[in-house]
């Protein structure tokens, strides 16, 4: 990461913008992508541990169990986060620990564990939700509503063309 003379930081995708040339629209489309999701991203990050001491990952955790209330698996967990089960394993240990979750066996399959909400996880997970809403807002003040909409149906489009370009790969 760099700063321009005036010492305010500078992303690669800003710094491009200078030299378009050098960069092809879909590059610079991705590096654009890329970087307005990693601002948000570290605010997001920033403001859940002083307001909250909570990782993002726990948050996402808590934010997939707190649509169901039959809790999930943790292969399902691991596959709505996009990350490996082992990865999910030491978050859900914490959660746990905390009191925010539970783990029961599935009478079903002994082998297999069912992840809940207690209803203190429940409480918690609410008000940071709250929050976090507020925040997004906040940072996507200066779009007007016409300009989220377009947005929206833009990116989406272009998610299709990214799943698309995929399975012709496959």
Same mark, same amino acid.
């Given at each position: 990461?760099?700063?321009?003379?005036?010492?305010?930081?500078?992303?690669?995708?800003?710094?491009?913008?200078d030299?378009?040339?050098?960069?092809?629209?879909?590059?610079?489309?991705?590096?654009?992508?890329?970087?307005?999701? +990693?601002?948000?991203?570290?605010?997001?990050?920033?403001?859940?541990?002083?307001?909250?001491?909570?990782?993002?990952?726990?948050?996402?955790?808590?934010?997939?169990?707190?649509?169901?209330?039959?809790?999930?698996?943790?292969?399902?967990?691991?596959?709505r986060?996009?990350?490996?089960?082992?990865?999910?394993?030491?978050?859900?240990d914490?959660?746990?620990?905390?009191?925010?979750?539970?783990?029961?066996?599935?009478?079903?399959? +002994?082998?297999?564990?069912?992840?809940?909400?207690?209803?203190?996880?429940?409480?918690?997970?609410?008000?940071?939700?709250?929050?976090?809403?507020?925040?997004?807002?906040?940072?996507?003040?200066?779009?007007?509503?016409?300009?989220?909409?377009?947005?929206?149906?833009l990116?989406?489009?272009?998610?299709?063309?990214? +799943?698309?370009?995929?399975?012709?790969?496959?």
């Amino acid at each position: 990461m760099a700063s321009d003379a005036s010492g305010v930081w500078i992303d690669a995708e800003t710094k491009i913008v200078d030299a378009p040339a050098d960069h092809h629209d879909p590059l610079r489309l991705w590096l654009r992508l890329f970087s307005a999701s +990693r601002i948000v991203e570290a605010e997001v990050r920033r403001r859940l541990t002083r307001e909250f001491d909570i990782t993002l990952p726990r948050f996402d955790l808590l934010s997939q169990l707190y649509r169901v209330d039959d809790g999930l698996v943790l292969g399902e967990i691991s596959k709505r986060l996009m990350v490996s089960a082992g990865n999910i394993t030491a978050i859900v240990d914490r959660l746990s620990t905390e009191g925010y979750i539970t783990r029961t066996a599935d009478p079903k399959d +002994r082998r297999v564990q069912i992840i809940r909400m207690t209803a203190e996880g429940r409480a918690y997970f609410a008000r940071m939700a709250a929050a976090h809403e507020a925040w997004i807002g906040e940072m996507f003040a200066g779009l007007s509503a016409e300009d989220t909409r377009a947005l929206l149906g833009l990116l989406g489009k272009a998610k299709v063309s990214a +799943r698309k370009a995929l399975q012709e790969e496959e």
